[in-house]
């Protein structure tokens, strides 16, 4: 069976992260389903008919890219003309009371079969439906004491590794980095590097 691990050093991060570079591979832990899949939250001004029009073709545009896992997909013409008619595509609506601090969100659930169709009357091949989970190890060279980045730290790069894994339609975990995990990265005369990433792909559920 595959396994998942996908180590990424600090200085290429923003590159891949804005290619939408994402390792997944069939088989594994799974996480996304197809709910998830054609149901985005966007924020929304306010509740009423108008402020939900104008957040649907951004809301139905995330869909696409997901399902199909091409950043580029709304430049098809096909696709960019469905876009104005979003609602036409949705099935259901809902909004989320915001928490202290955050914006009104939307909920929005598209026609998975309708989406479907659309990207394959554009050529577009569509990504599986399951999708494994992922565990991704993230080192920052420039940092001393912790270099990797671990699934509790504040960081702008776990925030937009996370953002893009979403909007992929990807769960991704990042190491606790505790003791075990220490442990468990330590190479010695008789644990070399690949068994240290399958003791951690096994602590992580992310291997058969």
Do not use: H
């Not at 469905?82 to 009104?104: D, F, I, M, N, W």
């Not at 659309?118 to 091949?125: H, Y």
Request: charged share 15%; proline share 4%.
């Amino acid at each position: 069976m595959a396994r998942f691990f996908y180590s990424v050093r600090y200085r290429r991060i923003q590159r891949l992260l804005l290619a939408g570079v994402l390792c997944w591979l069939v088989g594994g832990a799974y996480a996304a389903n197809d709910e998830q899949l054609n149901q985005v939250v966007v924020p929304v001004s306010q509740q009423s008919a108008q402020a939900l029009q104008k957040v649907m073709p951004k809301a139905l545009g995330q869909a696409l890219i997901r399902l199909s896992g091409n950043s580029s997909v709304l430049t098809i013409p096909a696709i960019a003309a469905q876009l104005p008619q979003a609602q036409t595509l949705v099935t259901s609506y809902r909004y989320t009371k915001p928490e202290q601090g955050k914006s009104l969100t939307a909920v929005i659930t598209f026609n998975q079969a309708a989406l479907t169709q659309l990207l394959e009357q554009a050529g577009q091949t569509v990504w599986a439906r399951q999708r494994p989970t992922t565990l991704v190890w993230v080192e920052q060279q420039q940092l001393v004491g912790q270099p990797v980045l671990a699934a509790t730290d504040d960081s702008a790069v776990v925030d937009r590794l996370r953002q893009v894994a979403a909007e992929r339609g990807v769960t991704v975990l990042l190491p606790m980095m505790d003791l075990q995990d220490k442990a468990a990265m330590t190479i010695t005369p008789g644990r070399d590097l690949v068994a240290s990433r399958q003791a951690l792909m096994q602590r992580y559920g992310v291997s058969s």
